[in-house]
């Protein structure tokens, strides 16, 4: 696939974006890595293994979490990177008002009523997360806590489903690597 300049420098001013407001903030493994390698990790599993070359969606997967965890305003990401990339953003992005528990039961009812765009960036987010829960669990997540989040993530994408064999056929890899190693 090739990527035209112009395109290739929007993806890298969004890379820049979220290395700058995510800056300060660590994943919550045991390895405490900078999280600005979680979007670009959902990035690239979107071109590399989903084969997703649509900009405006691979800036989104970059720039995912920045309304929902770092002082990012909708208004600032549409003047930055326009209307699509906003849109996809928001419709990510967890309304961080609510209780944590009626965040994660949304997730669930609205996964099937995302666009596609919105349903790769999801599925690619999930991939990454339980990659990161079983290689890297947060320290002190007890069995039982791990072993929810999975079966909550498998509840998230049954609504994502039918978007991309391949990023689907690799959250199940990753899906079931967790079950065994969580259990084992």
Known sequence: MKTEPEGAARLLNAVAFAAHKHRDQRRKGED??????????????????GGVGEMNVLMAAVLHDTIEDTDTTLKELEAAFGSEVRALVEEVTDDKSLPKDVRKRLQI????????????????????????????????????????????????????????????????????????????
């Open 32 to 49: 405490k890595s900078p999280y600005v390698n979680h979007p670009i990790e959902v990035a690239e599993l979107l071109a590399g293994t």
């Open 109 to 184: 009812e609205h996964a099937a009523r995302l666009s596609d765009a919105a349903k790769l960036i999801k599925l690619a987010d999930k991939i990454a997360n339980v990659r990161d829960m079983t290689d890297h669990p947060p320290s002190g997540w007890p069995l039982q806590r791990r072993l929810e989040y999975l079966d909550w993530a498998e509840r998230v994408m049954a609504g994502c489903r039918g978007v991309n064999g391949a990023l689907e056929k690799l959250f199940d890899a990753v899906l079931k690597r967790a079950r065994e190693t969580d259990l084992s």
